[in-house]
């Protein structure tokens, strides 16, 4: 197990942080699965970046990964997990990259100029079993509301047609145009636009 950058240190309490952060995840997935319609998991540290063999990016353990896998271990059929951070997740990808019980979906800033550079490609689809069910979708500095939504859509309908039993959010909202470090346009009037159409999904 190794760290890919110096974003993930481990300090006094690092790991009760960690493992706190984790059990929020499957705490909300045990009441989507008792019959909530749907549940919002706070999960600091946060996690998409964390792979099955690394940590990265503040992300030690990938929360939304623990939460997709007790679900099919549940009994769960499919599971899709829709990444809407500015930031790809680089480790929820490697996870499932040769899966397809798992179709995960990234919305996210190009890697040729974004952390955390390297994966997040359009052309990477999946491999093995896998093969179709990663879809990347990475957008250019300055992307606002139409081109961002655009992408979204192009996404939930992809996400419709995998018929998951479950969908697992990963959110992240550093889109916002004023983020101190990332390079999107969406204004605090698009975040409840973002929320109502992945509501639609079901």
């Known amino acids: 197990y ?5 974003g993930a240190t481990f300090v006094e309490g690092t790991w009760a942080a960690i493992k706190s952060s984790y059990e929020v ?4 997935a045990e009441l989507v699965k008792a019959g909530e319609p749907a549940a919002f998991a706070l999960c600091r540290p946060p996690g998409h970046h964390a792979g ?13 990964a623990v939460a997709a896998q007790w679900f099919l271990d549940q009994g769960a059929r499919r599971v899709s997990i829709l990444d809407v951070d500015y930031h790809h997740g680089n480790g929820t990808q490697e996870i499932f990259y040769g899966r ?5 979906i990234n919305l996210h800033g190009d890697p040729m100029t974004e952390y955390p550079f390297f994966l997040g490609h359009a052309d990477e ?20 509301w139409d081109g961002w939504n ?6 939930c309908s992809k996400l419709a047609a995998y018929v998951p039993d479950v969908v697992v959010v990963s959110l992240g909202v550093d889109t916002f145009e004023k983020d101190p470090i990332s390079q999107f346009k969406l204004k605090s009037a698009d975040y409840p636009k973002i929320g109502r159409r992945i509501a639609r999904l079901g």
């Open 2 to 6: 190794y760290s890919f950058d110096a």
């Open 25 to 28: 995840a499957l705490t909300a």
């Open 52 to 64: 099955a063999a690394f940590m990265g990016g503040y992300c030690f353990i990938n929360n939304a």
């Open 100 to 104: 397809g019980d798992v179709q995960v």
């Open 125 to 144: 689809h999946g491999i093995g079993e896998g093969e179709g069910f990663n879809l990347n979708y990475p957008m250019p500095f300055g992307t606002d």
């Open 150 to 155: 655009a992408s979204l859509e192009d996404a």
